[in-house]
């Protein structure tokens, strides 16, 4: 078995192979976005909502979506997504599981993958373990959020039923 993991690398090495071209361009929009205006960002994400009702794939809108939202990151919140925080949002959108340990960034990585689909206009639920990290994260990413031209809530135990379908909204 060590034989064959020599060769072919474990499934995550070989997820992270196929996922690294992806973070290249991602990279390569950079100096592009950020010669943006906060004004364009509202308009990019008009543009890809375009896109998708024209036929588009939220999977070929992920190295601009990504971009988008690295440098929204960095000037809403001073935070600039690293490489490994893409690879986690791109696995995060695969409908798989991420895990990474305290402090290496799961809140700004759910930013990447949140924003890329609520571009289909659907909505996105990010859950978390409970009510203090739910309302501290929601408020916390506001900024980022705003900046793409978004809308955000959070759900608390305590909420009333308008609240609640306020948040969901």
Not at 115 to 125: D, E, I, S
Not at 146 to 166: C, E, I, P, W
Request: charged residues 25%.
């Amino acid at each position: 078995l060590d034989f064959i993991r020599k060769i072919f690398g474990t499934k995550s090495e070989r997820d992270v192979k196929r996922i690294a071209p992806l973070v290249d361009q991602v990279n390569a929009l950079e100096t592009h976005i950020q010669a943006l205006t906060p004004e364009d960002f509202l308009k990019k994400t008009q543009e890809l909502r375009d896109r998708l009702s024209g036929g588009a794939k939220l999977d070929d809108l992920i190295p601009e979506a990504f971009a988008l939202v690295r440098e929204a990151g960095k000037r809403a919140l001073n935070m600039r997504h690293f490489d490994e925080q893409i690879i986690g949002a791109i696995v995060l959108h695969e409908g798989k599981i991420s895990e990474m340990k305290t402090g290496e960034g799961k809140t700004l990585v759910a930013t990447l993958a949140a924003y890329l689909n609520a571009l289909t206009g659907r909505g996105v639920h990010v859950v978390t373990v409970n009510d203090y990290l739910a309302k501290r994260d929601c408020f916390w990413m506001t900024p980022v959020f705003k900046y793409l031209g978004l809308t955000v809530g959070f759900v608390q135990h305590d909420m009333s039923n308008a609240d609640r379908r306020a948040a969901y909204a």
